[in-house]
Each structure stands twice: as C-alpha cells, then as structure tokens.
C-alpha cells in the first residue's frame, strides 16, 4: 500500500488505511467481471466444481496484490481475518478471509493469528440489513481474543468490503484491545453505482468517508448485463 496516496483523506472508523484487489459487482448490480464471479464462488468453494480452484487463484492474486505495496508490507507486526459467523463456518467448513490470512503467512512469511477477531454473535445476516443501519446492526457482534496484540500493527483482511461496517467494528475491537495501528485489505469492493467507480460509496456518512489509497477503477473495464436496479445493492458488510 503506498500510504501517501491516501492517508491524508478520512477513512473507516479506527482504520488508516485500506485498499483492495479489485471492484466488486453483486449479481443483482447489473454489472459482471471475471473477479466478481471468481469471488462468488471462492467464499463456498466445495459448493461448486473448480470451487477449490478458484480459492486457491483468489487468494493467489490477493497476495500478489499484496506484495507489490511494500510500504505495506514493511509496517506490518501481524494479520488478522474478519471473522466468519460459526452458522456459515460451520457449513462451509472454511473462510475466505481467514484462507487469505493463511496464504498471506505462507507466501510472504507474514504472522497470522487465526481466530484473534471472533464472531461474538452468530444471527447477524448482515447483507440482509440496509446500507445505512448495518454500522450499528455490527456494534458488539465482535470480538478480540487474544492479547498478542497489544502495541502492533495488524493488517486487518476481509474478503467484500461494501459499506465497511464490519471492518470499522472489528477496527474498533482491534483498537480497545491495544493495537495502535490497523490497516485494511479486502480482496473485493462493492463499485460505487452512483459515481462510476469503485471508490466509495453514497452510504459514505454512515460510517466516515473511506479513504482508499487505490485509484478508483472505472466501470467501463467491464461487462453491463442489464438496466441497474435501484434498490440498494447486497454485500458482505
């Protein structure tokens, strides 16, 4: 992550900087890529066939991603996962996020610490509340595990990133528990339908505006499937 693109703007509660592989696009956003689909089924790999493969090439990319942004790399103590809610875990037998963390520590000799955020609350549907109510539909459904973390720099990941509720409060449980640095990388971000980007979003307020350190990436790289709807679009936070 090259910091000095982005840090001077306001970004997620109790985050300092994010940034992301590339731009999301739900099913029902009208808009397709390669990544999206390739995302979709690498968050329930035994779901479908190449399921596994497609996990493996996620977070394949997702570390290369990573090991461009040196800056990043050279300021982290330790990785940490967001969650999976145990109902979903206990199903898929796996997490994006934390399979993420995995290859992070095995390619680039990061430390991971598996299971220092748990999910403290196991009935958040969260793609299922609205935009604006989903940073205090989170608040407490967290929380730290361990107290390796006191006084490091964690690099917090995830897989979707939308309204960036889920990693404000898991920043926020970061940061009551001592860490005095927390960065973010997500491997998808929900593109931002009413700017043309995949920058931030028009829930921005509901959380603090993001400051991401990519440049957006316009809409046009990719394919149009139908008319955009006008209901909010679905996400993982």
């Known amino acids: 992550m090259n910091t000095s693109r982005g840090t001077a703007a306001p970004s997620i509660e109790g985050i300092d900087a994010i940034a992301y592989t590339e731009a999301y696009f739900p099913t029902d956003s009208g808009w397709a890529s390669s990544w999206s689909a390739l995302l979709r089924t690498a968050k329930d790999p035994s779901a ?13 990319r997702g570390v290369t991603d990573v090991r461009r942004r040196a800056n990043l ?14 109902c979903r875990w206990r199903r898929r037998g796996m997490s994006l996020p934390d399979a993420f963390g995995r290859s992070l ?40 595990a361990t107290r390796k ?10 897989d979707i990133s939308t309204s960036g509720a889920t990693l404000a409060e898991c920043a926020q449980q970061l940061r009551s528990a001592g860490v005095s ?5 997500t491997l998808g971000r929900t593109a931002d339908f009413a700017r043309g980007s995949a920058g931030g979003r028009r829930d921005e307020p509901q959380v603090h505006k993001v400051a991401f ?25």
């Open 181 to 185: 640095v927390v960065f973010a990388y």
């Open 149 to 158: 973390l006191a006084g490091k720099s964690v690099l917090l990941v995830d």
């Open 73 to 86: 790399i050279s300021r982290i103590d330790v990785v940490v996962a967001v969650p999976s809610r145990m």
């Open 213 to 237: 350190v990519d440049p957006p990436r316009e809409l046009g790289r990719w394919t149009r499937k139908v008319e955009l709807p006008t209901r909010n679009v679905e996400g993982s936070d």
């Open 48 to 60: 479908s066939e190449g399921g596994w493969d497609a996990l493996r090439s996620v977070c394949s």
């Open 105 to 144: 520590h095995d390619a680039l000799r990061l430390r991971y610490e598996p299971d220092a955020v748990i999910a403290a609350v196991d009935n958040v549907e969260i793609k299922r509340i609205a935009v604006e109510h989903r940073r205090q539909a989170v608040m407490g459904t967290f929380a730290v």
